[in-house]
């Protein structure tokens, strides 16, 4: 399979742990996005990477949030100190370079995170 | 403020028929308004997306109109399948920096058989 794949699927952990999500992007794909999607809610912008520098970030992304993508590759996406409010589906998008301005993201299958 | 709101919130069709979806947005820095479908436990899917200069856009069942006076545009679903059941979200692409996509809060549709 060559879409975006995210891992694990299911994180389910207990307020005041630390988790970390991984998101593998298209091969070639040097943009990454990070979506939260809540229930019954559209997907909301986290923070974006183009190659491996981060070039936004939303003010959602609390401080403790923080996203890597060492060497360009895969993106890190690590929550400290859970708390129930960020209980959520973490989704990871990429999007191809290209002069074409309307480059679709593709979407991963998400990780969902319940915290207890 | 750059919102996308959606509606309806939940949109139940018979087997056949035209599903309707639409949104409306606020703010002008938008170049790019595509329609994904999500399944349950999956990631969105991009099914159509429009340009601003163009007034509608058709793919098989599927089409985009668009009204740039408005600042509406809306998805219509002919002759509609239970397989066509999914939760539906409008987006709008911000023109600058990330070009991050902003969505309307989805659309639960139902084809009944």
């Known amino acids: 399979d060559t879409g975006v794949s995210q891992d694990p699927r299911h994180k389910i952990t207990k307020r005041g742990q630390n988790v970390t999500f991984r998101c593998d992007p298209i091969s070639e794909h040097n943009r990454l996005y990070w979506y939260r999607q809540t229930l019954g809610q559209g997907p909301e912008f986290l923070t974006y990477f183009q190659n491996e520098a981060q070039l936004e970030k939303s003010r959602l992304l609390s401080d403790r949030f923080s996203a890597e993508r060492p060497k360009g590759s895969f993106s890190t996406l690590e929550i400290q100190r859970t708390e129930q409010g960020d209980s959520a589906m973490y989704l990871c998008a990429s999007r191809p370079a290209g002069v074409s301005s309307y480059n679709e993201q593709f979407f991963g299958p998400g990780t969902r995170l319940t915290v207890l | 403020q750059q919102q996308v709101k959606q509606s309806p919130q939940s949109l139940i069709v018979q087997k056949g028929g035209i599903s309707i979806i639409n949104c409306a947005y606020e703010n002008t820095a938008f170049d790019y308004f595509p329609w994904y479908q999500q399944f349950p436990g999956k990631g969105p899917a991009l099914l159509i997306a429009?340009?601003?200069?163009?007034s509608e856009k058709k793919e098989g069942r599927f089409t985009i109109s668009f009204n740039k006076s408005a600042k509406q545009f809306s998805l219509h679903i002919m002759d509609s399948q239970p397989g066509d059941s999914a939760t539906y979200f409008c987006?709008?692409?911000?023109?600058?920096?990330?070009?991050?996509?902003?969505f309307g809060q989805g659309t639960r549709l139902t084809i009944n058989p």
């Open positions: 987006a709008a692409r911000i023109i600058q920096g990330a070009q991050k996509l902003v």
């Open positions: 429009i340009r601003p200069d163009v």
